[in-house]
């Protein structure tokens, strides 16, 4: 059973629902937590999860940490502390968008322009699977989601393009993978509310990302 911290902050969701969902990935144990939190954890168990799930849309540095006497870590030094081979990462819809300006955040999800023009709620998405024989896509076949869709620059460069799709009102690529520094690396931008959290292809694209991010021997 993979430990996972899911790293929250910064915009609403369904409490309920989405822990839901985490409780219903096999082979996944997670600790949903407010960013604030797993900052002020003690270094051993920040590295003691096997993967770090960001769902935060934080733009910036947090107050009021409650951090230990003689403890000076931030969020930026934190994420700065990342990239050994565990704990994997996996950055989840709004969180692409978390960090603004933060050069760190901008070489983990592998975007340099991560400037939104648009989004919708609710549309349909036709999802195309662009890499059949990749472990994340496995048993997939396209489909279509119904889930919010962000308008923005594309995933190219040295990203490794799992999902994409031709929605007009959608970046081009919806999955990809890529490595920061010794870290496995999970990008998937839907992934907004209940109606994809409760989608069968979702949750196991979601699954079988995170259990990819962890490395043999890491």
Do not use: K
């Not at 050994?84 to 070489?107: C, Q």
């Not at 975007?111 to 896509?137: F, G, K, N, Q, V």
């Amino acid at each position: 059973m993979l430990q996972v911290a899911v790293i929250t902050g910064g915009h609403h969701y369904n409490v309920p629902v989405f822990h839901q969902m985490f409780r219903a990935l096999p082979g996944v144990d997670a600790y949903v937590q407010h960013l604030a939190d797993f900052v002020a954890s003690p270094p051993e168990v920040r590295e003691g999860y096997d993967v770090l799930v960001f769902y935060t849309h934080l733009r910036g540095e947090v107050t009021d940490l409650g951090l230990a006497p003689g403890r000076n870590d931030t969020v930026r030094s934190v994420l700065e502390s990342l990239g050994a081979p565990r704990p994997g990462i996996v950055v989840l819809h709004h969180s692409l968008l978390a960090f603004p300006g933060w050069s760190i955040w901008d070489e983990i999800v592998g975007l340099s322009d991560r400037s939104l023009a648009e989004y919708a709620h609710d549309e349909p998405i036709r999802c195309t699977i662009a890499d059949p024989a990749h472990p994340i896509c496995a048993g997939l076949s396209d489909w279509t989601l119904t889930d919010e869709t962000y308008l923005m620059a594309d995933a190219g460069g040295d990203n490794h393009i799992l999902l994409t799709t031709d929605h007009p009102r959608s970046m081009r690529t919806l999955a990809w993978t890529r490595t920061f520094r010794q870290s496995r690396v999970f990008c998937l931008q839907p992934g907004d509310g209940q109606r994809a959290w409760g989608d069968e292809r979702f949750r196991t694209l979601l699954a079988q990302g995170i259990h990819w991010c962890v490395q043999a021997g890491g």
